[in-house]
């Protein structure tokens, strides 16, 4: 590609184009001259584009698990997939995290590898063919790149292979960008069915570093314990309980030990020199002091979105000596290792992504307006049904810029959903080849009509007896039998069953009564 048409196509908003003009001037690299200006300036470029979108446009898929064949385009800021069981939404999801496993793993350092598909993962009927997922992801409103991974048939001659180029490539350029100076990376994660469970795997070592944000991201066993114990360190350093005055007065004496010779082993101030320098790496420096305690403002202000009344976050351990994070409610203190399973996974979530995201975009003021792609299976995943009508808004409100593809089974999720964001996933009888289609409305409907037309679910359980004695009645009524003896026997029954607490056969007795008018005429 010739200069023009570089430097063309990274004005027009593509982002690999806009990071290759930007090391060509950088670096006066292939026919272009080394300019600190210019490469300034793409630089920005290059940013503008990343921070202005970043999401999964479509996903491919041939034989991965039970899927034969499936194409499905994803809405750029929310899609929620729904299906009866069996039909393959987790895998789909599955399939995603394997693929954001290679950017995330590239962007971390070079030459590492993510997710694969595994021999027992093709498809059965079809292994003789291999198997594929290809994704499209946007960066911007033009750039579009894909990868591929793939599995190819065993003891058969096939050109099938992964494609995994361009995933490394964006890894390389984010790292790029981010070596030069601190940029806003995008988060990748997962979360699935035994997600933040309490006394889940812990992190090995809980880092501080931007690149960490990535760590077990896509790993569906978050431990939520790895979130309470990064949110304990962060309340302590906020905190700041040795005052930056004591630390000024600490490295007067480390200075005045330095300048008599304590700093050689054989002098015989050297082991206080020694202690006093171990002392001094304890305390913060004050970037990271108020960077903490930002963190915990911004935290507190999310956390209200699902406790309104919360006043702040609390670091006890004046009781027993044991570090715990309390919430502090207007009248009441909630601690985070005593929530329930709902309360972690709730706040786990939100917590785990805004710790990430806060890792991510170190550098941002507000980090919470990062980008990414965020992975959840069963949304309402031990949650009441109230909080299933809050908890895609909280986390759309929360993180405006991230792309959520979720799975659920629950018709009070559905209702807070645009219908467009909706993929209603089936198999199709003629073709046995996977599909999926688009409801009509879904947003600020009852959930009957959610469970009805949405969910082709009836809203009452066919198979109770109960049941089956209202439809009967209600079919006698209509047929103007309601004193027959079939119905009276019935009615006996429903009126032990549901007297003066069922609405339709208070509904029932007004049509009769119209009924029995209409006769006596």
């Known amino acids: 590609m010739s200069i023009h048409h570089l430097i063309k196509n990274a004005k027009n908003g593509n982002f690999e184009a806009a990071v290759q003009v930007f090391l060509n001037y950088q670096d006066g690299l292939n026919g272009f001259e080394k300019d600190?200006?210019?490469?300034?300036?793409?630089?920005?470029?290059?940013?503008?584009?990343?921070?202005?979108?970043?999401?999964l446009n479509e996903l491919d898929i041939i034989n991965y698990k039970k899927i034969q064949e499936f194409k499905i385009h994803f809405h750029k800021n929310l899609t929620?997939?729904?299906?009866?069981?069996?039909?393959?939404?987790?895998?789909?999801?599955?399939?995603?995290?394997?693929?954001?496993?290679?950017?995330?793993?590239?962007?971390?350092?070079?030459?590492?590898?993510?997710?694969?598909?595994d021999d027992d993962e093709v498809n059965n009927i079809f292994k003789k063919e291999g198997a594929y997922i290809d994704c499209e992801f946007q960066i911007g409103k033009i750039y579009r790149f894909k990868g591929r991974l793939a599995r190819a048939p065993e003891g058969v001659v096939s050109n099938l292979k992964s494609e995994l180029t361009k995933y490394r490539e964006l890894g390389k350029n984010l790292r790029s960008l981010n070596d030069i100076q601190d940029i806003n990376l995008?988060?990748?994660?997962?979360?699935?069915?035994?997600?933040?469970q309490k006394g889940s795997t812990k992190s090995k070592s809980l880092k501080f570093g931007k690149i960490d944000g990535y760590d077990d991201s896509l790993n569906s066993k978050t431990s939520f314990d790895t979130f309470v114990e990064w949110l304990i360190q962060l309340l302590k350093i906020s905190k700041n309980i040795e005052t930056n005055i004591e630390k000024v007065k600490l490295q007067a004496q480390i200075d005045s030990l330095y300048a008599v010779g304590a700093n050689n082993k054989d002098h015989?101030?050297?082991?206080?020199?020694?202690?006093?320098?171990?002392?001094?790496?304890?305390?913060?420096?004050?970037?990271?002091?108020?960077?903490?305690?930002?963190?915990?403002?911004?935290?507190?202000?999310?956390?209200?979105?699902?406790?309104?009344?919360?006043i702040n976050i609390q670091l006890i351990n004046d009781d027993d000596g044991k570090d715990k994070v309390a919430?502090?409610?207007?009248?009441e203190r909630l601690f985070?290792?005593?929530?329930?399973?709902?309360?972690?996974?709730?706040?786990?979530?939100?917590?785990?992504?805004?710790?990430r995201l806060i890792l991510l975009n170190d550098a941002s003021e507000k980090p919470f307006e990062g980008r990414g792609i965020v992975l959840i299976d069963e949304i309402e995943l031990h949650l009441h049904p109230s909080w299933q009508q809050k908890v895609i808004l909280i986390l759309r409100k929360s993180f405006p810029n991230i792309q959520f593809i979720?799975?659920?089974?629950?018709?009070?999720?559905?209702?807070?959903v645009e219908a467009e964001c909706v993929r209603i996933i089936y198999?199709?009888?003629?073709?046995?080849?996977?599909?999926?289609?688009?409801?009509?409305?879904?947003?600020?409907?009852?959930?009957?009509?959610?469970?009805?037309?949405?969910?082709y679910v009836d809203t009452r359980p066919q198979e109770v007896d109960e049941v089956k004695w209202l439809e009967e009645y209600t079919k006698l009524v209509n047929q103007d039998k309601w004193d027959s003896e079939e119905a009276l026997s019935l009615r006996q029954k429903l009126d032990v069953w549901g007297k003066n607490k069922e609405t339709e056969l208070d509904k029932l007795d007004i049509e009769i009564s119209l009924k029995n008018f209409k006769r006596s005429k």
Not at 294 to 303: A, Q
Not at 340 to 355: C, E, H, K, N, T
Not at 434 to 449: D, L, M, R
């Open 268 to 310: 015989p101030l050297y082991d206080v020199y020694d202690d006093l320098i171990s002392v001094f790496k304890l305390y913060p420096d004050q970037d990271i002091h108020t960077q903490a305690k930002k963190s915990i403002e911004n935290l507190e202000s999310l956390f209200r979105e699902i406790y309104s009344n919360l």
């Open 36 to 55: 600190e200006e210019l490469a300034d300036s793409s630089f920005k470029q290059a940013i503008k584009i990343l921070d202005s979108d970043f999401y």
């Open 336 to 355: 985070l290792h005593q929530f329930s399973d709902g309360q972690r996974v709730l706040f786990g979530l939100i917590g785990d992504i805004a710790r």
């Open 327 to 331: 919430i502090q409610l207007e009248n």
């Open 186 to 196: 995008p988060l990748f994660s997962f979360y699935g069915i035994d997600r933040l």
């Open 427 to 455: 198999i199709d009888k003629e073709t046995n080849k996977h599909k999926y289609k688009i409801p009509i409305f879904t947003k600020g409907a009852e959930s009957n009509v959610v469970l009805e037309n949405v969910f």
């Open 80 to 117: 929620v997939l729904l299906s009866e069981n069996g039909i393959g939404k987790t895998s789909l999801l599955e399939s995603i995290r394997k693929n954001l496993m290679w950017i995330a793993a590239t962007t971390r350092k070079e030459n590492t590898t993510g997710g694969r598909i």
């Open 406 to 416: 979720v799975t659920t089974h629950s018709p009070h999720v559905i209702t807070t």
